[in-house]
C-alpha cells in the first residue's frame, strides 16, 4: 500500500459576509470548509494521492460531519484528535485575499490551539505516512503550538524520515505572542525537504533578503534564483524551493506564474493573466498539492510545476477554499490555453 501524505493544521469555517451588508438584513451568510492544510488535503485525494489528515476538533455533531465531509472527499480523518470545545472560524468579506486587512480571525481557544507538546503520540499518527505538509499558519498560533509543531517534524524527520513540506504563508494579524516569524521558523524549515512562498515571506519569516533593485525593476525571477539558493544553503536538507508571483491587475484582473528551483537549476511556469477572477482563497494551497502530487508520483519537474501553476490559477475561479477541478480538467485547460 502507497504511504499517505499527511496534512496537518487547524480545520477552519470561513464566514462569508457581503461588503455591503446585506447579509444583516437577508439572513444569508454563506460558509465555506476551510484551512490552508485541509485545503492541501482534499486536493491531492481528488487526484488520486493517498490523503490523511490531523487536526483537533471538539466532539460534536457539527465536528463530527465536517470529519465525514472531509472522509466524502477521500481523506483519512482517523487521526483526528477530539478533544477540547471550540472549532476556528474567520470571517472574511467575498472577493478579498486572506492579506487583506478585512480578515477577522475567531481561533483563540479552539480546539486546534489547545494542543500542547508531549499530548499526541506522533508516531501513531505518522503510521503509513510518507509524506507530511504543515504550513507557518500553525506556528503563528502561540508558542505552545510552534512547539508543537517542533515537535511533530522531529518525530518525522529523526524517527520516521519522512519527506516534509511547507508553506510560508504570512498572516500578520496571528503572529501576536510577542516574538517575530524569523525567531521561529528557521527552526521548523530546517526539517524541510519542500519550501513553498514567496520572496516576501522568505525575507519575512527565514531572513532571506529581498533586493529591492531586482523587485522595483519587475525582475522577479532572478530574484527567486537568488532567494531559493540562499534557502538551500542556510537550510541543507531543503531539496524544492518554490515561489509564486501574483500580482492584481486593473479592476479585478491578475497576473500569476511561478517559479521551482531544484539540482541547481530555476523552471518557471506559463504566465497567466486575467482580467477578472472569482476567489482568492485556496489558491496557494492548491499549487502547494500540485507540487505535492507531482514529486509524490515521480513526474518530471517542469510538468509537476505546470500542472500545480494551471492548478492554482483555476482555483481562482472557484468559489471555495479548496479547489474541485479534477486533474484531467487541469490538463485539458493547460493543452487549451493560448500562450
Request: aromatic share 10%; with cysteine.
Given at each position: 500500500m502507497s504511504k499517505k501524505v499527511l496534512s496537518f493544521g487547524e480545520l477552519l469555517l470561513r464566514i462569508c459576509p457581503d461588503a455591503e451588508g446585506g447579509w444583516?438584513?437577508?439572513?444569508?451568510?454563506?460558509?465555506?470548509?476551510?484551512?490552508?492544510?485541509?485545503?492541501?488535503?482534499?486536493?491531492?485525494?481528488?487526484?488520486?494521492?493517498?490523503s490523511a489528515y490531523f487536526t483537533a476538533l471538539p466532539d460534536n455533531l457539527l465536528c463530527r460531519q465536517l470529519a465525514?465531509?472531509?472522509?466524502?472527499?477521500?481523506?483519512?480523518?482517523?487521526?483526528?484528535?477530539?478533544?477540547?470545545?471550540?472549532?476556528?472560524?474567520?470571517?472574511?468579506?467575498?472577493?478579498?485575499?486572506l492579506?487583506?486587512?478585512?480578515?477577522?480571525?475567531?481561533?483563540?481557544?479552539?480546539?486546534f490551539a489547545a494542543l500542547r507538546p508531549g499530548?499526541?503520540?506522533?508516531?501513531?499518527?505518522?503510521?503509513?505516512?510518507?509524506?507530511?505538509?504543515?504550513?507557518?499558519?500553525?506556528?503563528?498560533?502561540?508558542?505552545?503550538?510552534?512547539?508543537?509543531?517542533?515537535?511533530?517534524?522531529?518525530?518525522?524527520?529523526?524517527?520516521?524520515?519522512?519527506?516534509?513540506?511547507?508553506d510560508l504563508n504570512y498572516r500578520s494579524k496571528l503572529w501576536q505572542y510577542g516574538v517575530s516569524p524569523v525567531e521561529v521558523m528557521p527552526g521548523l524549515v530546517?526539517?524541510?525537504?519542500?519550501?513553498?512562498?514567496?520572496?516576501?515571506?522568505?525575507?519575512?519569516?527565514?531572513?532571506i533578503p529581498v533586493d529591492e533593485e531586482l523587485v522595483g525593476a519587475g525582475d522577479y525571477l532572478p530574484h527567486a534564483l537568488m532567494s531559493s539558493q540562499r534557502i538551500m544553503e542556510q537550510f541543507p536538507r531543503v531539496k524544492y524551493v518554490a515561489n509564486t508571483f501574483r500580482f492584481d491587475k486593473?479592476?479585478?484582473?491578475?497576473?500569476?506564474?511561478?517559479?521551482?528551483?531544484?539540482?541547481?537549476?530555476?523552471?518557471?511556469?506559463?504566465?497567466?493573466?486575467s482580467e477578472k477572477i472569482l476567489d482568492k482563497v485556496g489558491s496557494g494551497?492548491?499549487?502547494?498539492?500540485?507540487?505535492?502530487?507531482?514529486?509524490?508520483?515521480?513526474?518530471?519537474?517542469?510538468?509537476?510545476?505546470?500542472?500545480?501553476?494551471?492548478?492554482?490559477y483555476q482555483k481562482l475561479y472557484i468559489p471555495s477554499d479548496a479547489t474541485d477541478m479534477l486533474a484531467g480538467d487541469v490538463k485539458k485547460f493547460m493543452s487549451a490555453y493560448e500562450r
Open positions: 444583516v438584513k437577508e439572513n444569508v451568510l454563506p460558509f465555506y470548509v476551510g484551512g490552508a492544510e485541509a485545503n492541501v488535503a482534499t486536493a491531492l485525494a481528488l487526484w488520486g494521492v493517498p465525514s465531509y472531509l472522509e466524502e472527499k477521500g481523506v483519512d480523518t482517523s487521526r483526528i484528535l477530539y478533544q477540547g470545545d471550540r472549532l476556528g472560524l474567520y470571517f472574511l468579506p467575498k472577493g478579498k485575499d492579506k487583506n486587512a478585512s480578515v477577522i480571525y475567531d481561533r483563540a481557544h479552539s480546539s499530548a499526541v503520540d506522533w508516531d501513531a499518527v505518522l503510521e503509513d505516512v510518507g509524506w507530511l505538509h504543515f504550513s507557518a499558519i500553525s506556528p503563528a498560533l502561540s508558542a505552545e503550538l510552534a512547539a508543537v509543531c517542533k515537535e511533530l517534524l522531529e518525530a518525522a524527520s529523526a524517527r520516521k524520515g519522512l519527506t516534509i513540506s511547507v530546517e526539517h524541510c525537504d519542500l519550501v513553498m512562498g514567496n520572496l516576501w515571506a522568505a525575507e519575512k519569516m527565514l531572513g486593473g479592476a479585478g484582473g491578475i497576473q500569476y506564474y511561478t517559479a521551482l528551483y531544484t539540482g541547481g537549476k530555476l523552471y518557471n511556469s506559463v504566465e497567466y493573466v494551497d492548491c499549487y502547494m498539492a500540485g507540487l505535492i502530487r507531482g514529486l509524490y508520483t515521480g513526474e518530471p519537474v517542469q510538468d509537476t510545476l505546470e500542472f500545480a501553476t494551471a492548478a492554482a
